[in-house]
Every structure is written in structure tokens, then in C-alpha cells.
């Protein structure tokens, strides 16, 4: 079973930065497609952006511009680089695994096994 790990949140003013990063146990990414979701309160859980096996990326209209989702080279962790963060961004925010068709324009939970446990961003006005 492949275990995810999140971290990187933190409380950030509006128009800061923050950088996620997510490892897997023992093993690489590089059969995967691999995600980060958000749900903040009250909301439903929203696909924020994915990395293909082919290296294709994906985001939510929300964040194109603002976030960049990336692996290293080694594949074993994967980071979301978030900047001209706004108070609409606040969440918890989860790393995922799955297998879907690479260039999907549309996140779905269902695409992805293997979920971490979260790591809370919050950002203030």
C-alpha cells in the first residue's frame, strides 16, 4: 500500500507564498499520476492541480498563474508551489496517487487510491 505524507502548510498572509511537498514510503511516483486536492470548510473536495505519467500537467482555473505542480527528478516527491495566495485558498490540502488518461482536463477523487492525511493552509486577508 502506498503511503502519502504531506507538508509544507502554514498560515500565510494574502499575496504570500507557500511550497506543499508530498513523499511516498519507499517508493517512487513515476507509475502514477499524482494530484493535490483541497477541501476547505464546508466545501466539497476540489482537484487543484495534476502531474501525469507523461509528464502532462493540470490545473483548476482557480490557481493557473498562481500555483506550479512538479516531481523531481527521482520522482519521489512531489511539491505545489503556491504564490499570490488569496484568502479563497485556504484548505486543508491532500497529495494523491491514481492512475487516469494523462492530459484529463477534469480531477476526479475517484482517479486516486492513495490519499495522505492533509496539511492546512491558511491564509489571511
Known amino acids: 500500500r502506498l503511503q502519502l505524507v504531506e507538508s509544507g502548510g502554514g498560515s500565510v498572509q494574502a499575496g504570500g507564498s507557500l511550497r506543499l511537498s508530498c513523499v511516498g514510503a519507499?517508493?517512487?511516483?513515476?507509475?502514477?499520476?499524482m494530484a493535490w486536492f483541497r477541501q476547505a470548510p464546508g466545501k466539497e473536495r476540489e482537484g487543484v492541480a495534476v502531474i501525469d505519467t507523461d509528464g502532462s500537467t493540470t490545473y483548476a482555473d482557480s490557481v493557473k498563474g498562481r500555483f506550479t505542480i512538479s516531481q523531481d527528478n527521482a520522482k519521489i516527491t512531489l511539491s505545489l508551489i503556491m504564490n499570490s495566495l488569496k484568502p479563497e485558498d485556504t484548505a486543508m490540502y491532500y497529495c494523491?496517487?491514481?492512475?487516469?488518461?494523462?492530459?484529463?482536463?477534469?480531477?476526479?477523487?475517484?482517479?486516486?487510491?492513495?490519499w495522505g492525511q492533509g496539511t492546512q493552509v491558511t491564509v489571511s486577508s
Open positions: 494523491a496517487a491514481g492512475s487516469r488518461v494523462p492530459g484529463n482536463p477534469i480531477m476526479m477523487e475517484v482517479d486516486f487510491a492513495y
Open positions: 519507499g517508493v517512487t511516483f513515476s507509475k502514477y499520476s
